[in-house]
């Protein structure tokens, strides 16, 4: 998710049934036909593209428009007005269908680098304002998700509850060791995790600690905790209560270069 606004995990859902659907060959290469063709086609142009019949043309194409891949309307081709009715035409979506197992995001840290160019301040270097961009989105989300569901005081156990549908949401697999410890079994970013473990789970580390805080969970913070094939970082007790900026590791990150390298890049 590369917005605030992100989609919920139910996205994924639809982005597995619209491709589903261009599993059939005839549909597949109907949908291909008419993304290339630059204008709305028409079912008799759509079932010659194949070599289907009009009315089976006319079934596959309404599969296509359902699934969110294609869109219909009447229209006369060529703007020429003739008697009688309209034929349907039809042309591709703005839709983009992404499908990914186990769920990558790497368009978030496309979009929290791009925050970081675009606000870098000049007493920071790149991994510093990357860190501060990406605590400051999450923060943002817990402050937005508090305030769309008003859940009171946060102690733990609860606060771990609600943290787990965004961690969820944003493909970290979530799963509850215990009452006050979340274990995320899969990192969104890999295989960018690989190739910088300092700034990519820098940056993991100081969102999901920026979410917390946004969030208002008391007793929990974002901790460094790499684990081979996982994500780099776990929520768990805290020692002390619930600070501003998430943790004594949280203002490592933010205030050094990147902090403290894995020590094994997560998954």
Same mark, same amino acid.
């Given at each position: 998710?590369? %917005?605030? %606004?992100?989609?919920?995990?139910?996205?994924?859902?639809?982005?597995?049934?619209?491709?589903?659907?261009? %599993?059939?060959?005839?549909?597949?290469?109907?949908?291909?036909?008419?993304?290339?063709?630059?204008?709305a086609v028409t079912r008799d142009e759509a079932a010659a593209s194949v070599g289907i019949s009009r009315k089976l043309a006319a079934f596959h194409l309404d599969k296509l428009v359902d699934a969110g891949l294609l869109r219909a309307r009447y229209e006369t081709p060529g703007g020429i007005r003739k008697v009688g009715r309209r034929p349907k035409v039809y042309?591709?979506?703005?839709?983009?269908? =992404?499908?990914?197992?186990?769920?990558?995001?790497?368009?978030?840290?496309?979009?929290?680098?791009?925050?970081?160019?675009?606000?870098?301040?000049?007493?920071?270097?790149?991994?510093?304002?990357?860190?501060?961009?990406?605590?400051?989105?999450?923060?943002?989300?817990?402050?937005?998700?508090?305030?769309?569901?008003?859940?009171?005081? &946060?102690?733990?156990?609860?606060?771990?509850?609600?943290?787990?549908?965004?961690?969820?949401?944003?493909?970290?697999?979530?799963?509850?060791?215990?009452? =006050?410890?979340?274990?995320?079994?899969?990192?969104?970013?890999?295989? &960018?995790?690989?190739?910088?473990?300092?700034?990519?789970?820098?940056?993991?580390?100081?969102?999901?600690?920026?979410?917390?805080?946004?969030?208002?969970?008391?007793?929990?913070?974002?901790?460094?905790?790499?684990?081979?094939?996982?994500?780099?970082?776990?929520?768990?007790?805290?020692?002390?209560?619930?600070?501003?900026?998430?943790?004594?590791?949280?203002? %490592?990150?933010?205030?050094?270069?990147?902090?403290?390298?894995?020590?094994?890049?997560?998954?």
């Amino acid at each position: 998710m590369a %917005s605030d %606004s992100t989609p919920p995990a139910d996205a994924v859902n639809t982005a597995i049934d619209s491709v589903s659907v261009l %599993s059939e060959d005839s549909r597949r290469r109907m949908f291909v036909f008419i993304r290339r063709a630059g204008r709305a086609v028409t079912r008799d142009e759509a079932a010659a593209s194949v070599g289907i019949s009009r009315k089976l043309a006319a079934f596959h194409l309404d599969k296509l428009v359902d699934a969110g891949l294609l869109r219909a309307r009447y229209e006369t081709p060529g703007g020429i007005r003739k008697v009688g009715r309209r034929p349907k035409v039809y042309e591709p979506t703005d839709a983009q269908i =992404t499908v990914s197992i186990p769920e990558r995001r790497h368009e978030l840290l496309a979009d929290l680098l791009l925050d970081a160019v675009l606000t870098e301040e000049a007493d920071e270097n790149a991994a510093q304002a990357a860190v501060r961009a990406a605590e400051r989105r999450g923060r943002r989300m817990g402050e937005a998700a508090r305030d769309e569901t008003r859940p009171g005081r &946060l102690g733990p156990e609860r606060g771990l509850t609600v943290c787990e549908r965004l961690l969820d949401e944003y493909g970290y697999e979530p799963v509850r060791e215990a009452p =006050t410890e979340l274990r995320l079994r899969n990192c969104p970013f890999h295989p &960018l995790t690989a190739k910088a473990p300092d700034l990519v789970c820098g940056m993991n580390h100081a969102f999901l600690a920026g979410y917390v805080n946004g969030l208002e969970v008391n007793g929990v913070q974002a901790v460094l905790a790499p684990e081979p094939g996982e994500c780099c970082v776990r929520l768990g007790p805290s020692d002390t209560d619930r600070d501003d900026e998430g943790g004594p590791l949280a203002r %490592s990150m933010i205030g050094g270069a990147g902090g403290r390298r894995p020590a094994s890049p997560a998954g």
